[in-house]
């Protein structure tokens, strides 16, 4: 991720108000420096699926590397005013603002990790006023890419190795709702996206052919194929439905016979309305009878992987599948829902963590205490389940998972089973010290992951539940703590 080639070199301001009055709060009564644990996850799998795929981190890392408050960061907020029409912050405060640097401890899980709910994907410790200043830009730089790489993961499942093409952008919500779901839905297994920008930012292989309005500025569409398989003999894919699509893709095979006879091959058809599974399975009869059996079939007309599913069920003969809105959008499930709690404090980073805890009436809004690790156990190559555990707190000979959600189903490890921790450091003392994957391999990650699960928990309805949970001491030092900030009020 390059965000520095997008927008204005500083970024301190992407975040909430809030954020900035605490941190000021934690200044004014000499916290600042108190050390904090929070963490970042979500509490429910998006789409009514199992899983999520963990996508953000590359643009976390290139965040954090550039924090810092500018001199016109500085001065627009030296220009809030409260209640009284005073100053709301004081130039001390702004001061020190200026002079900050991060100290924070980063680690997370690598991009195009598969995660379950309630599983940190991202744990910050360090000096809470720096802490608390990064909850909202790391919420906002995790939440969405993680919700649309999981879309596109579920998209390419059900493509069955077709290519899937990422065709969003004229719906994407603004500029950076385009790039960014581009890059995911690419990490999240799509071949290419139709986003130009994106290609040139990120290096994803970019595809496209033309609209109907280029049928129908000419005269018929025999005249417009001809004229655009003359200007891009290469990357001839002709869109056949602007007026009778199977007449469409005659024409197309007419002027296909004409590519052939000046050295060039048509490459394919588009097929953007209508009955898909028909028209695909008589296009590919009149395109193999008439000599072109390797012009491929596109296929787009608002596409998720339920409609996907649906035309592989019925026998469509489609080639590659341009998805657009459903995708870029992440149509049913507006937002991930991640949040980023506390957990612990101590003083001094020498000190030892005091656990803290948020209660709720519905278990899975309770937040777990400590500072956190995930691990995932492998059994004969297939994960059988993950553990959330503290770090400072090793778990037992005989470790035993519990769900976090609050019921009493416990799962025993195999004790044969391998165990891989998922949070892997990328910051200390808020200097870097993992390089990051490259995309490409971001994305062959997801694909590795995935075939390590069974396939009831990748179902897109009703999914299996994978067994993912707290380690068992974890979970009786969490149900102490419930039980005595019931009584006591105190977090």
């Known amino acids: 991720m390059t965000l520095h080639t997008v927008y204005r070199p500083s970024l301190a301001l992407l975040t909430d108000l809030y954020q900035l009055t605490m941190a000021f709060a934690y200044w004014k009564n000499g916290k600042e420096k108190q050390e904090a644990a929070f963490h970042l996850f979500f509490r429910k799998a998006p789409f009514g699926g199992g899983y999520a795929i963990a996508a953000g981190l590359a643009a976390v890392v290139e965040y954090l590397e550039r924090f810092r408050f500018s001199g016109d960061d500085l001065a627009y907020l030296a220009g809030l005013r409260g209640n009284d029409n005073r100053a709301l912050f ?35 410790t360090g000096p809470i006023l720096e802490a608390q200043l ?80 280029w049928v129908m500025c000419f005269g018929d569409e025999p005249a417009a194929f001809e004229a655009y398989a003359r200007a891009m003999p290469n990357n001839c894919i002709l869109l056949v439905d602007t007026y009778n699509t199977l007449q469409g893709v005659r024409n197309a095979v007419t002027v296909g016979r004409q ?49 996907i599913s649906e035309l592989k069920r019925q026998g469509a003969k489609i080639d590659v599948w341009g998805v657009g809105t459903r995708l870029a959008t992440a149509d049913g499930q507006p937002a991930l829902g991640g949040v980023y709690k506390l957990s612990a404090v101590r003083e001094h980073r020498t000190q030892p963590w005091s656990h803290r805890i948020k209660l ?82 971001a994305r062959r990650r997801v694909r590795q992951q995935l075939d390590r699960f069974p396939e009831g928990i990748k179902r897109f309805d009703n999914p299996e539940e994978y067994p993912a949970g707290l380690e068992v001491g974890l979970h009786e030092r969490k149900m102490r703590l419930v039980r005595e900030r019931s009584n006591t009020g105190k977090g």
């Open 360 to 441: 709720s009436e519905g278990p899975v809004k309770m937040s777990t205490p400590g500072v956190l690790q995930v691990r995932r156990c492998i059994a004969g190559g297939a994960a059988v389940g993950d553990m959330i555990y503290e770090v400072d707190c090793l778990p037992r000979e005989e470790p035993a998972i519990v769900d976090p959600a609050g019921r009493t189903r416990r799962i025993t490890v195999p004790s044969s089973a391998v165990w891989e921790d998922l949070l892997i450091p990328v910051f200390r003392q808020g200097h870097r010290v993992a390089d990051m994957p490259s995309l490409t391999d």
């Open 259 to 307: 590519l052939r006879e000046v050295g060039h091959e048509m490459a394919g058809i588009r097929l953007d309305s209508g009955d898909l599974a028909h028209l695909s399975v008589e296009a590919r009869r009149i395109l193999d009878e008439a000599g072109f059996p390797d012009a491929k079939i596109v296929a787009s007309s608002d596409l998720d992987e339920y409609a």
């Open 90 to 124: 004081e130039p001390a405060f702004l001061d020190y603002l200026a002079n900050m640097s991060l100290h924070c401890d980063v680690d997370a899980m690598p991009e195009g990790t598969v995660t379950f709910p309630q599983e940190p994907l991202l744990r910050v």
């Open 134 to 213: 990064l909850e909202t830009p790391l919420l906002n730089l995790i939440n969405f890419p993680t919700l649309i790489a999981t879309k596109a993961a579920r998209v390419v499942q059900a493509a069955e190795g077709d290519p899937v093409l990422e065709f969003g952008l004229r719906r994407a919500q603004g500029i950076d709702g385009g790039l960014t779901a581009a890059r995911a839905a690419y990490l999240g297994g799509c071949a290419g996206t139709s986003n130009v920008l994106a290609g040139h930012v990120f290096r994803i292989p970019v595809k496209g052919t033309h609209a109907h309005s």
